[in-house]
Nanobody
């Protein structure tokens, strides 16, 4: 059974920083992609950053240069360091993974429960 446990959300003033963490647990063949999405009130969920392993990552234009995604494969954990936070970064942040459940199996995407990030003065 796949489980994603997020932590690190909270309240921060504009210009501040937060680090989100997400720990994956489950018996799978491989964890192919680890990343973060967010959903602000009244808006669609958007992809913030994804790490494909091997040092390759992608970011939404709105967070480039401010957010950094890293991954620790020994701990099955993905982190999102968020610097210079803005009020428009306020959202529920969801951890997301794409896994291959067994060899030659079809990839599947899973989502965490989400953690609230609020940026306000």
């Amino acid at each position: 059974q796949v489980q994603l446990v997020e932590s690190g959300g909270g309240f921060v003033q504009p210009g501040g920083s937060l680090v989100l963490s997400c720990v994956f647990s489950g018996n799978v063949y491989s964890i192919d992609i680890m990343g973060w999405s967010r959903q602000a009130p009244g808006k669609q969920r958007e992809l913030v950053a994804e790490n494909f392993g091997g040092g390759s990552s992608t970011y939404a234009e709105s967070v480039k240069g401010r957010f950094t995604i890293t991954r620790d494969n020994t701990k099955n954990t993905v982190y999102l360091r968020m610097n210079n936070l803005r009020p428009e970064d306020t959202a529920v942040y969801y951890c997301t993974v794409v896994i291959t459940p067994e060899r030659f199996g079809a990839r599947r995407r899973y989502w965490g429960q989400g953690t609230q990030v609020t940026v306000s003065s």
